[in-house]
């Protein structure tokens, strides 16, 4: 099903008109479509079909507790990469035993937080973490679960600053350096080993790098139940892309093809972390034209949503697909869509084809769902936006538009002197 299309003149999201709910509900506004990602959630669930596979989705990508809890009660899990992702999974009612937590730094009170709630597994990434956790877990008379995260050394053929499965990345246990590991968490009855896992890296839109990491990773889980560790599960991570511009990323089927050919002669069970794929194209974010500026080398847009509200454009050099809520007729030239920012790469698209927007007009940027929100800031302090979930025609606030006083509010200390 297509979940953006135009009405005649008006873009629409399902059954609601991105235009009108920009006018009533102010700008920037984060809008997201549930029945994209129920529809995205599915078509992965059934790409996998019987293969035990546990979807631990990747809370970082968006974490609004009204989306978690959707994605929960589709019987996903999650993977989670802080003390703070961990109390909203919980509080959006997420199944400790279908939690994996990820990052290459977890600190004390992250670790006992996880045991206490009884988490399915830390992906372990250096031997200090491993120390840690052993000696946390003795402390609380706990046995911590654990999968093994491997670096295999493979590039993801992405962009590199949304890579992680190479040497020169600081995640992951280098693959060379799995045995010394293993040794380690022979002799510590407080460690299970259930299971390796890697996360090579984002936006992957190549299957070769998919393949190359679970053949390795296979590879690896067989030495190491030979060395008499019984692993059940393989943790694949995330990773897999989604369309911004003319990138075809490949169908789930493909995805679960290339992974289930590699395993299916084991009797690991699976573990997968996607975030991107799972809400990146459900998303967009409604921003109004501030007004439109021209100088001998550009024409300038000056929109009210800015790199504190969408990052990825600054940060990676994203490209976000950008478009006015009410099409407008004439021709097409270039522009720089800009915001308020005081900061030279406060941009969201630069030499964009646009048709004559004039000050007012609202603009829809795309596939805005993962690492939109989730990554904004009060840089500039600006409140960040609302959220609103549409399913159908009906459009609901998820998360209200912080005030200004939301800012500061925390920055009221009592003098104890
Ligand atoms: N698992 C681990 C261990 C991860 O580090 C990540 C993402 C995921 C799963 C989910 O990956 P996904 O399926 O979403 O690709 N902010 C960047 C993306 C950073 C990804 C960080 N890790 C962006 O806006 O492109």
Redo the contacts with the bound molecule.
């Keep these: 099903m297509e979940f953006l299309k135009r009405r005649q003149s008006e873009l629409m999201m399902e059954g609601v008109s991105l235009e009108e709910l920009g006018r009533n509900m102010g700008t920037p506004l984060y809008v997201y479509s549930l029945s994209a990602i129920l529809e995205q959630m599915q078509a992965m669930q059934s790409a996998f079909g019987a293969h035990p596979t546990t979807f631990c989705y990747?809370v970082?990508?968006n974490s609004n507790i009204n989306l978690l809890k959707e994605i929960f009660k589709q019987g996903f899990g999650a993977?989670i990469?802080s003390v703070g992702e961990l109390e909203r999974a919980l509080v959006a009612g997420a199944d400790p035993g279908k939690i994996v937590f990820?990052g290459v730094g977890k600190d004390e009170g992250e670790i006992r937080r996880g045991l206490e709630a009884g988490i399915l597994c830390f992906?372990v990434e250096s031997m200090f973490e491993l120390r840690a956790i052993s000696r946390i877990a003795k402390a609380v008379g706990k046995k911590a679960r654990i999968c093994l995260r491997i670096n295999p050394n493979i590039d993801a053929k992405s962009n590199p600053k949304?890579s992680?499965g190479l040497y020169t990345s600081k995640f992951g246990i280098p693959y060379q350096s799995a045995a010394e590991y293993l040794a380690l968490v022979r002799d510590r009855s407080e460690i299970q080993l259930i299971g390796l896992a890697c996360?090579i890296g984002?936006?992957i839109v190549d299957l070769s790098p998919v393949k190359n990491a679970a053949q390795s990773m296979v590879k690896l889980c067989k030495e190491t139940i030979q060395a008499g560790f019984p692993i059940v599960y393989l943790d694949l991570?995330?990773?897999?892309g989604i369309q911004y511009d003319q990138e075809s990323p490949p169908a789930f089927q493909a995805y679960a093809d290339t992974i289930l050919s590699e395993i299916k002669e084991t009797s690991l069970k699976l573990i997968l972390?996607?975030?991107?794929?799972i809400v990146g194209n459900s998303g967009v974010l409604i921003t109004k034209v501030l007004g439109i500026k021209r100088t001998p080398a550009k024409r300038f847009v000056v929109i009210d949503a800015g790199m504190n509200d969408l990052l990825?454009p600054s940060m990676?050099d994203?490209y976000h697909a950008i478009e006015p809520a009410v099409t407008k007729s004439g021709k097409l030239e270039l522009a720089d869509i800009v915001g308020p920012i005081c900061e030279t790469t406060d941009i969201l698209a630069s030499d964009r084809p646009l048709p004559d927007v004039n000050e007012g007009d609202l603009l829809v940027v795309k596939s805005c769902g993962?690492?939109g929100f989730s990554?904004a800031s009060h840089y500039n302090t600006r409140p960040k936006p609302a959220e609103i979930l549409v399913q159908g025609a009906s459009a609901k606030v998820i998360r209200r538009r912080e005030r200004l006083a939301d800012l500061w509010a925390s920055e009221y200390i009592e003098d104890s002197q």
């Design positions: 990747a970082k990508a993977d990469v990820s992906n949304i992680t996360h984002s936006q991570g995330g990773g897999l972390e996607p975030g991107r794929v990825r990676y994203a993962a690492y990554m």
